[in-house]
């Protein structure tokens, strides 16, 4: 589309109407579309896009407006994955956490012309000038508004009100983002019992709540911020996000029985396209109380849950740093108390205990 000439300064009441849109937002879904709506009615653009984008995983989520349709995304959203750090106001954010609204070629950023992503992404769509800002963001994770246009590029008022916008902007993210989070959390935990973590793609923890770190130690756990999640007793977690595929709707995986030197918690993953992913975590109820009324050893008690999460002798024995005999010696003692003779019946046995079946 061609765009207007550069338009002059909105007043306050415009301005204030698209801040109280956006912060009235009901989730970030909501407020990307008011956002990028009104940024390209006050600062005409070929389109003008919200990005979540996970470089290092080279994973990309946009929201963009006007929408370009799914066909859209299928043809340019792989290259722009791949070649996204062609982009120097990517890599000026990633580096410098610079909040400013910047473009190509300011300070001496440089453009994205003649790169691969512009002959795969940028070219092909007519974008020759961009203007952008950036949004608070978990680490790894850049958030950013980008607003898009032809060869005209951007004059000193497309700037300023952009400029302007920029506070408002940050202010009604972080306003909608608080909001979700604690309707979430709140809904989750209050309703459910969930403790929430927040991994990255390794599975080490971003963020967990004082609250959660000391129910997890309970269980024997560490997941306090910066921590590695035991490749023991979370071993299924961490098998999730690894074999997570971002091009697929995430979707909220099965229960995992997490065995832990004071009793099992159940782990449940929520992956996200670009991260952080969510682990909840709870006491599963009764279950462990079940499995040692029955005269189990703790330590039988973490092996029958192991085997119930579908964990093989050896990698029991590696989960729980021990030698594949005694878990072999555990197993024989686990079959007799619940009375069965194979492995199958054993699983059957532990879930519906793990999930308040009877016991008898």
């Not at 080279?58 to 722009?80: E, K, N, S, T, V």
């Not at 009604?172 to 309707?183: G, I």
């Not at 594949?324 to 046995?349: D, Q």
Request: charged share 15%.
């Amino acid at each position: 589309m061609t765009t207007a000439a550069t338009p002059p300064v909105p007043d306050a009441e415009i301005l204030l109407d698209l801040v109280d849109r956006m912060i009235g937002a009901a989730d970030l879904d909501s407020y990307a579309r008011i956002a990028c709506a009104g940024i390209r009615e006050l600062v005409p653009a070929l389109s003008v896009s919200y990005n979540e984008l996970n470089p290092l995983a080279g994973r990309a989520f946009a929201l963009i407006d006007p929408d370009p349709g799914p066909g859209w995304f299928r043809r340019y959203q792989p290259p722009f994955e791949q070649h996204m750090m062609d982009n120097p106001l990517i890599r000026h954010a990633l580096a410098t956490g610079d909040t400013r609204v910047l473009g190509w070629g300011d300070d001496g950023l440089g453009t994205v012309h003649g790169t691969t992503l512009d002959r795969e992404f940028y070219l092909p769509n007519g974008i020759r000038s961009q203007l952008a800002v950036v949004l608070p963001a978990p680490p790894g994770v850049l958030v950013a508004i980008g607003v898009n246009r032809g060869g005209e590029g951007f004059g000193p008022t497309d700037r300023r009100v952009f400029a302007l916008l920029r506070p408002h902007l940050v202010h009604a993210y972080r306003a909608v983002q608080l909001r979700a989070d604690q309707a979430m959390l709140g809904s989750t935990l209050g309703a459910h019992g969930w403790a929430v973590v927040l991994v990255d793609d390794d599975g080490r923890v971003i963020a967990s709540s004082p609250g959660t770190v000391q129910a997890a130690a309970r269980y024997g756990l560490d997941v306090a911020d910066g921590t590695l999640l035991p490749a023991g007793p979370l071993a299924g977690v961490r098998a999730v996000l690894a074999d997570y595929d971002p091009a697929t709707p995430a979707t909220r995986s099965a229960p995992h029985p997490v065995a832990g030197p004071a009793g099992t918690l159940e782990a449940v993953v929520v992956p996200s396209a670009v991260g952080p992913h969510v682990v909840l975590l709870r006491p599963c109820p009764g279950g462990p109380q079940r499995l040692a009324a029955l005269g189990l050893t703790p330590r039988q008690c973490q092996v029958a849950a192991e085997l119930a999460a579908g964990a093989t002798g050896e990698q029991i024995a590696r989960q729980l740093g021990i030698a594949p005999a005694t878990v072999r010696k555990h197993l024989e003692a686990v079959f007799a108390r619940l009375g069965v003779t194979h492995r199958a019946a054993a699983v059957a046995r532990i879930r519906s205990l793990l999930d308040g079946g009877p016991t008898g």
